[in-house]
């Protein structure tokens, strides 16, 4: 009953398969290239991989680059592609003055949100609402919630779970133009929408 398991470890023995292992740059989700590398160490080689589907195999002690064809790694890493999480998106929309009503452009603009979220399986919406220098702090703070809370209110009737939507003001205290008081730049009127 335990011949056959103790034959197979034999048979192995006897080959002398030599570990094997594939290390394979994958792209981003969005295919573009990552930002670092990672170095394959194998007894004293080493092989820097830097460029998507850059790959290297550790075998026999040493570590060497092999060709792989990018259709090629999609197929032997289908699963795991499959797998990777949709990247976190940052999406920045612009307001009228004085107002929680969207500029043309943003109202435009608005949709890629929208997009965005709906493709994702699982999300998580964070909304924060900024004014610029005009008027004063509590106003200001009070103007930039009621921004953050238009645009939950508006992906909440497009069909966003409410649920998975934070909101918060943060007046004038975080610019994207630093300017001096009372100075109205449309640049800080806006909400910074974070998808993940």
Do not use: W
């Not at 398991?5 to 594939?22: D, K, S």
């Amino acid at each position: 009953m335990y011949r056959l398991p103790l034959l197979v470890a034999a048979l192995l023995a006897l080959t002398g398969c030599p570990r094997q292992e594939l290390y394979v740059v994958l792209p981003n989700a969005d295919g573009r290239p990552g930002a670092g590398q990672i170095t394959v160490m194998e007894g004293t080689t080493a092989t820097v991989l830097n460029q998507p589907f850059a790959a290297a195999e550790a075998r026999g002690g040493q570590s060497t680059g092999v060709p792989l064809d990018p259709t090629e790694a999609r197929i032997v890493f289908n699963q795991a592609v499959a797998a990777r999480p949709i990247l976190p998106a940052h999406l920045r929309l612009y307001f009228v003055l004085g107002s929680d009503q969207l500029t043309p452009e943003s109202t435009a603009a608005y949709r890629a949100v929208f997009d965005d979220i709906k493709r994702r399986p699982a999300y998580e919406v964070e909304v924060i609402g900024h004014t610029d220098t005009l008027g004063d702090v509590s106003y200001n703070q009070q103007l930039s919630l009621n921004r953050a809370a238009m645009i939950r209110a508006s992906l909440t009737r497009d069909g966003v779970d409410p649920n998975a939507i934070s909101i918060a003001g943060r007046g004038k205290l975080d610019l994207l133009v630093p300017t001096g008081d009372q100075v109205p730049e449309p640049q800080n009127r806006r909400v910074e929408i974070t998808v993940r």
